[in-house]
Each structure stands twice: as structure tokens, then as C-alpha cells.
């Protein structure tokens, strides 16, 4: 607000995290404008039907009364309103319309979202024409803007160090600022493996560990079979998600659960799981449903424990009880899996925690120590030299490996037999924590995570974890007879318990030095040699653990 005001921008871009009050602030901006006569009509642009709905009932509490039942098709709206409320695709729809209204009165153009502006040609083009004529633009994203060529409308670029242009933000609240702040929860992300079979159409059957190195096809093939509902690792995931969701709620007695699922059918599906388990039916919110939007609300002043949604609970949609999640949907792209976490950071006192429930998938854990970083939109990629005169295919080829489904071909290929769960690890403020050996649902090993209080400090929560680890691992010590050794455990269980204790430290010392995990790694490769981690063996996993220890002692790399 103070930046705001200092400078009296005919053009603003805010960048905050998830949970901060970007709405809060946009209408603060707005009933300021409105008080000083700077603007008389307020137009609010948000991605979708359920959001519009949204910013009314938001925009209400704040004297400003919104029309979000606007279409540009009836021309005028009720006198009692000083605003309205429309998509982006309505926009895109007939822009010409939205000009004429924004040229008639002095507006300010509240875009939320505004990355969205970027998804399609026709969307940035009819913004751009819609809104030019306007007072005042006020931008908000609570995501990160996407690496493509389309600028999006009424942000500024300028080059960076590189050469290449990104976006250049007005004032930008980051996450970890906002944790720092108080402003939203910590997220314990749990992470679950498990042994996964299906056949493929050649009638192959293949067997498989969630987590392990595998190739793009087989990862898809992998997590689908873990979300089949027929299959034990999503009934066993989601009795593991509701144990937790008990636990959080002896200290938040409203706290929710949200599952995002996929499909309709299996969202159905994950609704009679959730009822066999918990003994009440779920809140079911699909997509094309006409009564969605009165659901989620419905939802949200309840105190009933459970929703399964399908693509509805994305970006902005504010159900501030919601601290326990569950993803089990095969779109992975790194936009969609900030849009989710962010709907459980949203913090309401202090001490509230968030728990997010993953498949032990390399990308999504990869997203998972990544919440923190932040990415503006840059343009696009510059040639620097001739080795890279291959970057527009790069790319396009990373494009197509982050692509959110498998495709249609992979559907047909595939077919379920069977799976089981195992608790793999918690990822938790760039550290990652478990216990030695497989961990089996159920089990106390288990229950020292999902177990931990509703209601602690971050660096409590961070104590609290390190601390069962450390006794879970002196009772198995004590348990075991001197001799049983890592050696001799299966080789699987032992390159796993190597692979932990290995990422553990990288991520100590990212802490310690704010050097990059990947960056840590590959100098312990080329000081070490050998393989990437994943397919290391157990020496070389040895050798790496002792030169990481070795620089801590050393106090440097």
C-alpha cells in the first residue's frame, strides 16, 4: 500500500505468495481510489466462474458492492453496483464491449491472475484491447509465470544479466517470506513409495518401485497404477491422510482434508474410499457441475472433514481450514502444483501446519523442495553461442516431458494389477526425514510423522522431526543385534537408507551454504565419480557421504 501510494502507478504488478492477501489488498486499493474519486467503476478480471463469485462476496465486506453475473452481451448492470466481475474468456469474447465500458468511466481493472492472460493468444490480445484505455491496472499472480514467448499484457519486462527479458514486479512477497511473517502455514509434504504392477497392451507384466529410476513412460504407468482405486496405495494413502487430518484437528477443530483427483470417476471413487474410512460422506466438486462454486463455499463453513475435487480447487479459491491434502492426479506441471499447495498455506493463527500427501515421484518431490523459489516470466531464450543454437528444441522437448497427462496411446497400454503402500520420507523446509528400512502403513514408525502436532512453530516442527528420527534410529540400533549392520539388509533397502542419509546432508548444506541441491550433487559426482544418485552403488553412495561430512568439518567446499 505504501508503494502504492508513493508512487500513484497507472500500472502495478504485485507477485505474492498463495495466502498473503493479494484480494485484500487489491480492494483496499480500490476503495482508496474510489474515496478520492481518482476512479469511478471498478472492473474485476478473474479466471474463473467460481472466483467472480468470490471477489463479490470479498468485495462486499469491503463497502464496494460488485456484479458478478455481468455479461458484456447486456451492456448495462444495476446502479446499485459501482463494479463488475468477468472471466477472461468472457472477455476474450467481446472486448470491443469491455473497451466502450472502460472508456465511459474512469476504471481501475483489478486483473487476477493475470499469468492467465499469457494461456492463449485471443485471451492476452482482448485484455490488451479491453483494458488499454483504463485509469488505473492493478495486477496481481500468486504463481509463477510460465517460460513462453507471449508477453502478457501491461506487465514491464527488462533484460536480465543474461540477456533474456522477465517480468518485472511492482512489489513481490515471496513464501518464505511470508512463513518468516506468520502469513501462511509450513508444509510437511509426506511422501509415500510403494510396489506397483500392472501389464502393458503387449501383455507384458511389469513390476516396479514407486520413486525408483525409471523412464518417463514407466513413471506415468507407475503413478497411475498407485491411483487406481482397485489397487491398496490410495486406500492406504488416504486412511494415512485422514490419521493425520485426526491429529491436526485435536488442535484445529475445523480442519479439512481436500483430495485432487484426476477424473470424475475416480473421484467418485475416492469418495466411497473416504467414506468406508472415515464412516461420513465426502464433499464431491466436479468441474462441470453447476452447484460447484455453492459446494466449495458450503465446504468451506462447515466443519466436515473431507473434499474430493476435480480441477475446480485450483488458483485463488480460499478455503482457509483446509490443512491436510492428498494428490492423486497425474497432471504434474509445475504451475498446477503451486496453484494446489496454495490452497493450504493460508494461514489463521500461529502455530498452524499444512500436510500434503505425495506419490514418491522424482518431479513432484522435485516441486516439493522447490516451494520456495520463486521464477518471474521471461521471454524468449536468447542464442549465446553455437552450442546452444539447439535451445528452441530443448525446449519443446521439456515441454513435452512436463506435459500434465500421458497420452492417449500410454491409456491404452496399460492396466492395473496391483499395488502397496510404504511410508518413504518427509520433506520439510529443504530437509528430508525418515526412518532406516521399509516403513510400513500403519506401523509406529509411521505414526512418529503423521503424529507430530497440529499446532507448533516452524522450528518447532523442525526439532520435533529431527528428534524421531534420532530415536526411532537408537531403538532400531538397540533392537537389532550388534552385527545387523546396513550391509545386511536387502540391497534395495540398503541403497535406500544411503540415498536418504545422502540427500539429507545435500540439503544441510544447502541450508548452511544456500548452494543448490543439484549443484551439490554434481560436485560430489565429479570429486567422487560415478553416477547420479539414483543409480549410484552403495560404495560410491559411502564415498559421498563421507566428503560431504568431510567439508562440514572443514566449514567449506
Not at 473421484?267 to 465426502?282: D, F, H, Q, V, W
Not at 543385534?481 to 545422502?502: C, F, G, K, M, Y
Not at 560430489?524 to 561430512?549: F, M, N, T, Y
Request: aromatic share 6%; with cysteine; glycine share 8%.
Amino acid at each position: 500500500m505504501e508503494r502504492y501510494l508513493a508512487d500513484n502507478p497507472r500500472d502495478f504488478l504485485t507477485v505474492a505468495t498463495p495466502g498473503a492477501g493479494k484480494t485484500t489488498f487489491a480492494l483496499t486499493v480500490a476503495a482508496d481510489l474510489l474515496g478520492r474519486r481518482v476512479v469511478d467503476r471498478i472492473t474485476i478480471v478473474a479466471p474463473t466462474e467460481h472466483l467472480k463469485t468470490q471477489w463479490a462476496e470479498a468485495a462486499a465486506k469491503a463497502g464496494i458492492p460488485i456484479d458478478p453475473t455481468y455479461a458484456a452481451g447486456k451492456g448495462k448492470t444495476s446502479q446499485d453496483y459501482v463494479g463488475i466481475a468477468v472471466t477472461y474468456a468472457g472477455v476474450s469474447v467481446n472486448p470491443l464491449a469491455m473497451r466502450i465500458r472502460t472508456e465511459r468511466f474512469k476504471t481501475l481493472v483489478i486483473l487476477d491472475e493475470i499469468h492467465h492472460a499469457g494461456d492463449a493468444m485471443s485471451w492476452g490480445e482482448g485484455v490488451r484491447e479491453a483494458f488499454e484505455p483504463a485509469t488505473r491496472r492493478l495486477a496481481l499472480t500468486g504463481t509463477p509465470f510460465r517460460s513462453d514467448v507471449n508477453p502478457i499484457p501491461f506487465v514491464t519486462y527488462a533484460p536480465g544479466d543474461d540477456g533474456i527479458p522477465r517480468s518485472v514486479a511492482d512489489f513481490t512477497y515471496g513464501y518464505a517470506h511470508a512463513l518468516a511473517d506468520h502469513v501462511v502455514r509450513p508444509v510437511l509434504f509426506m511422501a509415500y513409495s510403494g510396489e506397483m504392477t500392472w501389464r502393458t497392451r503387449a501383455g507384458d507384466e511389469i513390476a516396479a518401485r514407486l520413486g525408483e529410476p525409471l523412464t518417463k513412460d514407466m513413471h506415468a504407468q507407475a503413478l497411475r497404477t498407485a491411483l487406481d482405486p482397485a489397487g491398496s496405495w490410495i486406500p492406504s494413502v488416504l486412511a494415512a491422510a485422514d490419521k493425520r487430518l485426526a491429529e491436526v484437528r485435536r488442535h484445529v477443530p475445523d480442519a479439512g482434508g481436500l483430495v485432487i483427483a484426476s477424473d470424475q470417476e475416480k473421484a467418485r471413487a475416492y469418495a466411497g474410499l473416504l467414506k468406508k474410512i472415515t464412516g461420513e460422506s465426502p464433499t464431491v466438486v466436479l468441474s462441470d457441475e453447476k452447484a460447484s462454486s455453492k459446494k466449495i463455499s458450503a465446504f468451506s463453513d462447515s466443519d466436515k472433514r473431507w473434499m474430493v475435487a476435480v480441477r475446480m480447487v485450483s488458483e485463488g479459491v480460499d478455503v482457509p481450514r483446509l490443512a491436510v491434502g492428498v494428490w492423486a492426479t497425474m497432471t504434474s506441471t509445475p504451475l498446477f502444483f503451486a496453484q494446489a499447495v496454495g490452497r493450504f498455506v493460508r494461514a489463521r493463527s500461529r502455530g498452524e501446519t499444512a500436510s500434503v500427501f505425495l506419490p514418491s515421484v522424482p518431479h513432484l518431490l522435485g516441486y516439493a523442495s522447490e516451494l520456495e523459489v520463486e521464477r518471474d516470466h521471461v521471454l524468449g531464450r536468447r542464442i549465446t553461442d553455437e552450442d546452444d543454437i539447439f535451445a528452441a528444441e530443448n525446449d519443446l522437448l521439456a515441454a513435452a516431458n512436463a506435459s500434465e497427462a500421458a497420452s492417449g496411446e500410454l491409456e491404452m497400454s496399460w492396466e492395473a494389477l496391483g499395488s502397496t503402500a510404504s511410508f518413504d520420507r518427509v520433506l520439510y523446509d529443504g530437509g528430508e526425514f525418515g526412518h532406516s528400512g521399509e516403513v510400513h502403513v500403519g506401523s509406529e514408525e509411521e505414526m512418529d510423522f503423521l503424529g507430530i502436532p497440529g499446532l507448533l512453530e516452524p522450528d518447532q516442527v523442525r526439532e520435533l522431526l529431527h528428534s524421531r528420527q534420532s530415536e526411532r534410529a537408537i531403538k532400531q540400533k538397540a533392537a537389532r543385534p550388534e552385527a545387523d549392520s546396513v550391509a545386511e539388509v536387502s540391497t534395495h533397502e540398503q541403497l535406500a537408507i544411503l540415498r536418504r542419509e545422502l540427500n539429507g546432508l545435500v540439503a544441510a548444506w544447502h541450508h548452511r551454504t544456500g548452494q543448490a541441491h543439484g549443484i551439490t550433487h554434481a560436485t560430489l559426482r565429479k570429486e567422487c565419480g560415478g553416477p547420479a544418485a539414483a543409480v549410484a552403488s552403495a560404495d560410491q553412495l559411502h564415498e559421498r557421504i563421507d566428503r560431504i561430512r568431510d567439508w562440514a568439518v572443514r566449514k567449506s567446499s
